[in-house]
């Protein structure tokens, strides 16, 4: 159980003692705005993902005022926004670390602790602000220096209640209503114009002067005015800007992640598969997600094809890489919700490419469950909730996963039409996972990747 003045509610000592080379000890105000890149050395971050970090590093300051204030309608509503956005997330950025987790964790933990279980996992709870701390305080990813004394007592398996799971489509709209709304408030404020002596006129008074202007028309000798107003003459349309074009499809359309397979056993109605039970961070009560009951972990049921070719002891206890965004599909009556990637040698049209061996993809030993992997140069997309079987997209990139002569997974663009040549994109790049490190398997040379 941690002290009630632990961990540390500092966020520049607790950058000091988890980061020494990245944090300068004499800095007494560093740029936390900055300092991601300087903690994650090997995690690269976009504009938009720089542009996030400051909101949240300013969202985290809004909460530590009104929480010192006693606001607790102020404190509240950050905090509900807090654990929605973290009901599809492993972190504040989606995967990637950054220290804006930190300064939340930081801020939060001193409270965390001192919260009921009714606080924590309850109805009206919040859950996944509890896992965020939990996962930044014991997460390799992370690496903070906390004794284990000092971390936060968080029980996986008292959970008082399984939230449903947030739409993420239904949460953008969400906040589009919102920023609408403030925007109509604002505009509804400012004041119109008024116009001395324009007033609508009344009715009987407009008819009278139209009545009047066409007498005085016809006694000039002039065609009189008529009510009907005139034609206006139609004026040629603007021809509207070509669209856009759609950005090229990527390999980071897919999801792939570090998965840790729980335990796996043989499909009770078909021979040739194993059933994993598979951790791939999910936050509880996603979509294509159970509790396991054993753990009070969230995971997926995943059918893999692999029975026969590697042994059932090596499906234990073992990370591997998870293909997380494919269509589920239900294997001789059991729903799979993800896939496994593992390497076999390349064969020749005709043979059988099931026939072996085959080797498991090894994410980096250090990377936790759930983080993000992706293809060096071609990580510069979000991958899609769900990939539409219709669009091919798996059956697109697949060819270009392959194992390389120093048995590195990559992707070779040479091998997908759709992206070969594409300016400014490797011709092969790495699978490597957000923390750093490169996905490798154990002796499968030029070997095709699934």
């Known amino acids: 159980m941690a002290t009630a003045a632990a961990p540390e509610s500092s966020l520049l000592s607790l950058l000091y003692r988890s980061y020494p080379a990245a944090i300068s000890p004499d800095a007494t105000e560093p740029d936390y705005l900055h300092a991601s890149s300087k903690i994650f050395p090997t995690v690269t971050f976009a504009e938009d993902e720089e542009a996030d970090i400051k909101q949240w590093l300013h969202t985290v300051d809004g909460l530590k005022s009104s929480l010192a204030k006693g606001e607790k309608g102020a404190s509240d509503g ?13 972190t504040v950025l989606g995967a990637k670390p950054s220290v804006a987790d930190i300064a939340i964790y930081a801020l939060l933990a001193p409270a965390v602790e001192k919260w009921t279980p009714e606080e924590r996992t309850g109805e009206k709870g919040y859950h996944h602000i509890v896992r965020h701390i939990d996962f930044v305080q014991n997460a390799r990813l992370f690496a903070l220096q906390i004794p284990d004394e000092e971390k936060v007592a968080i029980d996986v398996n008292d959970v008082k209640f399984v939230p449903k799971p947030v739409d993420p489509k239904e949460e953008k709209e969400r906040k589009k209503r919102e920023k609408a709304s403030a925007q109509n408030s604002d505009s509804s404020n400012e004041a119109k114009p008024l116009v001395v002596g324009q007033g609508k ?10 009545a009047q202007a066409g007498a005085d028309a016809a006694a000039a000798g002039g065609p009189p005015r008529t009510n009907k ?16 074009p759609a950005a090229p499809p990527a390999p980071s359309l897919i ?8 335990r796996a056993i043989n499909h009770p109605n078909a021979d040739s598969l194993y059933v994993s039970t598979i951790d791939c961070g999910d936050a509880p009560g996603s979509d294509n997600t159970s509790l396991d009951e054993e753990t009070g972990k969230t995971v997926r049921t995943v059918c893999s094809g692999l029975n026969g070719l590697v042994p059932l002891e090596e ?23 993800a896939m496994v990637l593992a390497a076999s040698p390349r064969v020749a049209e005709g043979e059988d490419s099931h026939a072996g061996p085959v080797e498991l993809v090894n994410p980096p030993a250090d990377a936790p469950a759930g983080e993000r992997i992706s293809f060096q140069g071609w990580n510069d997309g979000e991958p899609e909730k769900q990939l539409n079987p219709k669009k091919k997209v798996w059956e697109t990139f697949q060819p270009g996963f392959t194992t390389t002569g120093d048995l590195e997974v990559a992707f070779d663009s040479s091998a997908v039409p759709t992206v070969h040549g594409q300016e400014g994109k490797p011709a092969l790049g790495k ?20």
Request: aromatic share 0%.
């Open 201 to 210: 006129p009344e009715k009987g008074t407009a008819d009278k002067g139209q």
């Open 255 to 262: 999801d792939l992640r570090v998965g840790h397979i729980l």
């Open 229 to 244: 107003k005139e034609k206006k003459e139609k004026k040629e349309k603007a021809p509207k800007p070509a669209p856009a």
């Open 431 to 450: 699978l490597v996972a957000a923390s750093g490190g490169v996905c490798t398997v154990k002796s499968l040379k030029n070997a095709t990747v699934r």
């Open 78 to 90: 950050i905090l509900n926004q807090l654990n929605i956005h973290l009901a599809t997330r492993t």
């Open 315 to 337: 499906m234990q206890g073992r990370k591997i890489v998870a293909v997380c965004n494919l269509k589920p599909v239900t294997m001789r009556g059991v729903k799979s919700c």
